[in-house]
């Protein structure tokens, strides 16, 4: 779990990222949810942004993602939600101390 201050720092980090996956009307498959474990192990900080054809809200979206990866929701703003996920063997992201 991350704290308050961490997660301020990742959502300054976020400001600067372009959302790099769409989730649209198909929704969370295991393709997705494939590829977004690779991003997470080199990037390990991405932005997502859910379409108006998407059955489901960013919240919902950031929800369910976070469970099928494993990583921590970090803000969800209108239709973009940003998540993160430290890579257990090199950390590209070095948090602030708790």
């Known amino acids: ?15 600067e990222l372009d959302a790099i996956f769409q989730i649209g009307k198909g929704g969370i498959n295991e393709n997705l949810i494939a590829q977004l474990n ?4 080199s990037r390990e900080l991405i932005k997502i942004k859910v379409l108006e054809t998407a ?15 494993g990583a921590e929701p970090v803000q969800c703003i209108g239709t973009k939600f940003v998540i993160y996920r430290p890579n257990s063997e090199k950390p590209v992201l070095v948090l602030p101390k708790a």
């Open 1 to 15: 779990m991350i704290t308050s201050k961490q997660r301020a720092f990742l959502r300054s980090k976020a400001n």
């Open 38 to 41: 690779d991003v997470l192990e």
């Open 55 to 69: 059955l489901m809200t960013a919240r919902e979206a950031s929800e369910a993602v976070c469970a099928a990866t």
